[in-house]
């Protein structure tokens, strides 16, 4: 009888900590992002390094650097949005 007291208080006592449910959404929806973009972007970089004569060489490399930037940059923020839905900051 006086374990089941104690249970009941600490139980009573406790919080339990909920999931922000659209943040985490939100931060879904970076990493899914982010995802196409971490494999395009360094098959363009390859593209580029292939078609050296070409004239556009260094713009589709500059596209290729910028899309490997802006994946690891979604990539970041869907994290640190985890983060923020799962503890509440």
Known sequence: MLE???TFIIRKNT???ATNKDLLAKALKYLSGAL???F???AVIHNAFMNQKNNW???VLAIGIGLCIFGVYCLFIGLKTIMKSLFND
Do not use: R
Request: hydrophobic letters at 45%.
């Open 4 to 6: 089941k007291q104690w």
């Open 15 to 17: 919080k339990l900590m």
């Open 36 to 38: 196409p973009l971490l």
């Open 40 to 42: 395009l972007g360094p």
């Open 57 to 59: 060489h260094y713009l």
